[in-house]
């Protein structure tokens, strides 16, 4: 792989730097530059471009490549001009897969949720099957980080990445499919089919679907053949699974169901079920994903990755038999929030308090369905902790698992878990 002209590297993140780590060991003379959409690039080796004066660079064709960090939308009106230039647009994954996808086996893993921790089970299971697997993607290593280390690599995907994703994978799996990210996809049903777009496609590869995603209709169109698909888990196979992650620091039965997903996924890559019953033992919980904390006999969640009514939903299940304060709302998505409403009573909330700017549908909803339940609508996280702790009798167990992104208040979800576990610390005590 070599590049005659120069390239544009377009967002300045993980990614962008490992791109530019990958050119720089190709082609140490290669000319890069950069461009993002707010702010300056700190990106070694490169020359930023003002997004004002991207289309000039365009037409005066001062790059011939652009390599897309995976945040920044592919439907920008930029890329239809870039395209009208004959200026192609790739991306870290679609370099990857031009430099090392030939000679390896490639799982690829995507879904609304649960795709982290299916990735991060089938590594696991694989690596304690003796096998040589690596674990990149969204999770973890950038896909060029990872390179060609490992025979067998274990990519998780967005739906920014798989919405052009250029080459196939010998393994792909959907955990699930809700409505997301529809601010960066345009629409619910362009989210659709770019998150399908991994297996929606001709080819020999196989399919392992978990149990959310297998009584669907648009990804059962998507799999096309269901010769695809892999072998079911034998009943002795399950059986073996629920009992390991019963006994794991796997909580909740969404959870179960990525273990059962993972599993199906490392037996068809050649793991063996004594490798996949200790890649359970050995799983920990990942940050912001129902990562659990105890302060002053407060048991606190930091569901913070939680973006969708269906996590906060999956969240409240894993907790059965507590007094549950949620914390729940964020940016808005035009997420629907009826269902979650009426099911808060039943799965032990007693407070319900939100955040800009979907809580107030929320709080709405669960207001004429909920009359037991304390409804406080905070305008901050900081607020909604101090209003806990002016309530402390009516709860055990604190959730925050907003059921929308942080844009609104925080730059990311990793932001807003940190400072909710700081403020709990603070406010419950370390007792």
Not at 4 to 24: I, N
Not at 55 to 71: M, N, Q, W, Y
Not at 249 to 278: E, F, P, Y
């Amino acid at each position: 792989m070599r590049f005659e002209e120069p390239v544009l590297l377009y967002g300045a993140g993980k990614e962008a730097l490992s791109t530019r780590a990958f050119l720089k060991a190709r082609q140490p003379d290669l000319k890069v530059f950069v461009a993002v959409d707010s702010g300056s690039a700190d990106i070694p080796d490169t020359e930023q471009i003002a997004i004002d004066d991207l289309p000039a660079a365009i037409h005066g064709h001062r790059f011939g490549l652009i390599v897309k960090s995976p945040g920044v939308s592919r439907y920008k009106p930029i890329f239809s001009i870039a395209a009208a230039a004959g200026i192609p647009v790739t991306s870290n994954l679609n370099l990857w897969g031009a430099a090392y996808r030939h000679g390896h086996t490639l799982i690829a893993i995507t879904g609304t949720k649960g795709k982290s921790t299916t990735a991060t089970l089938t590594h696991l299971m694989l690596v304690h099957s003796g096998l040589d697997a690596g674990l990149a993607g969204n999770v973890g290593l950038a896909p060029l980080d990872i390179a060609d280390s490992h025979a067998l690599i274990v990519l998780e995907l967005s739906s920014y990445q798989t919405a052009d994703m250029n080459f196939l994978p010998d393994i792909a799996a959907i955990t699930n499919l809700y409505p997301e990210h529809v601010d960066w996809h345009g629409s619910v049903e362009r989210y659709y089919a770019d998150k399908l777009h991994l297996i929606d496609r001709e080819g020999s590869f196989a399919v392992a679907l978990g149990a959310a995603a297998r009584g669907n209709a648009l990804v059962a169109r998507a799999v096309r053949d269901h010769r695809r698909l892999l072998r079911d888990l034998t009943p002795e196979e399950d059986l073996a699974i629920e009992h390991a992650a019963a006994h794991s620091r796997l909580r909740g039965a969404h959870n179960l169901d990525n273990a059962r997903l993972a599993a199906q996924i490392a037996l068809g890559a050649g793991g063996t079920l004594d490798g996949i019953l200790k890649g359970i033992a050995a799983f920990r919980p990942l940050p912001h994903r129902l990562e659990e904390h105890v302060f002053g006999g407060v048991t606190v969640v930091n569901d913070s990755i939680s973006t969708t009514p269906e996590a906060t939903k999956a969240a409240l299940a894993a907790y059965p038999g507590r007094r549950i304060a949620l914390i729940a709302g964020g940016h808005e998505r035009q997420q629907d929030y009826a269902e979650l409403a009426g099911l808060l009573a039943q799965r032990g909330v007693t407070i319900l308090v939100t955040l800009p700017v979907t809580g107030e549908r929320l709080a709405q909803a669960a207001a004429g369905l909920n009359a037991d339940i304390a409804i406080i609508q905070a305008p901050d996280l900081d607020s909604a902790i101090g209003a806990l702790k002016l309530r402390r009798d009516r709860f055990d167990t604190i959730i925050l698992s907003p059921g929308a992104p942080s844009y609104n208040q925080f730059k990311n979800f990793e932001e807003r878990g940190a400072r909710f576990v700081a403020r709990c610390r603070d406010v419950f005590g370390a007792g």
